[in-house]
Each structure stands twice: as C-alpha cells, then as structure tokens.
C-alpha cells in the first residue's frame, strides 16, 4: 500500500512539475514533492523490510536494486523505475544516511537535489530539512 501511494505521489509530482515547467517554476515544485513526501513510502518499506534506511554509499539505487549482503530481506523494488530517482534538471538525487541538515524526527536522512544549478552546498539547493 505505501509503494502504491509513493508511485501516486512521485506521479503526481513529476505531472505537476511537467505542467509546472512550462507555466515557469515546476521544476521546484516537483524537486520539493519529491524530496519531502514522494520519496518517503518507498525509504519507509525499505527500512522496515531490512532493518535501517540504506547506507549512504547505497544511496537510492537501494530501492531499485538488493545491496549487497542485503538480498534476503530486500523485498523490493520499492520504486517502479529508476527515472524518478533523477531530478527535474536530469541530476540524481542527492542523499544521506545518517543526515547531517536531518538528523532528529521521522526522517533521519537527507535527501535534495542540487537544484537548478546542479552544485551541491548552494543557495538554489532543494532539501528535505
């Protein structure tokens, strides 16, 4: 049920962010619905099937494809398709586990796209803190 609705989420987003582009300004919308609510069913079911959010030299081609230890309780893919994992402006997604900029709450990673610049560590940066 969670991948049902993440897939409906990651969807809406990127149909949000594609009519968005073209009024002007999508991209930061979709980046942002990603990052904060999208992307959440799929880390959730990750963890709860192997134990933790994945490593941070995992990454998020964790939910695409079992790490390496890991394939027994790996119950995945916990995305339809890896393009989602690729922000509005063509980067991947950054992530992080444990967070640094995230490190209380629910969410203890952190994930962003490098935004319109495609630099990490600048203003445009998109997060989930």
Do not use: C
Request: overall charge negative.
């Amino acid at each position: 049920m969670l991948i049902v609705f993440a897939l409906i989420s990651v969807l809406t987003g990127l149909v949000v962010g594609g009519l968005g582009g073209a009024l002007g300004g999508g991209q930061k919308k979709g980046a942002k619905t990603f990052v904060k609510t999208a992307i959440e069913a799929p880390l959730t079911s990750y963890r709860i099937d192997v134990g933790s959010y994945p490593t941070t030299e995992e990454g998020l081609q964790a939910l695409w494809a079992a790490p390496a230890g890991k394939e027994s309780r790996w119950d995945g893919p916990y995305i339809d398709d890896q393009e989602v994992l690729t922000d509005p402006w063509g980067e991947p997604y950054q992530y992080r586990f444990p967070g640094t900029k995230n490190p209380h709450g629910a969410k203890k990673y952190d994930i962003w796209s490098k935004g319109e610049d495609q630099t990490n560590e600048t203003e445009d940066d998109i997060g989930n803190w």
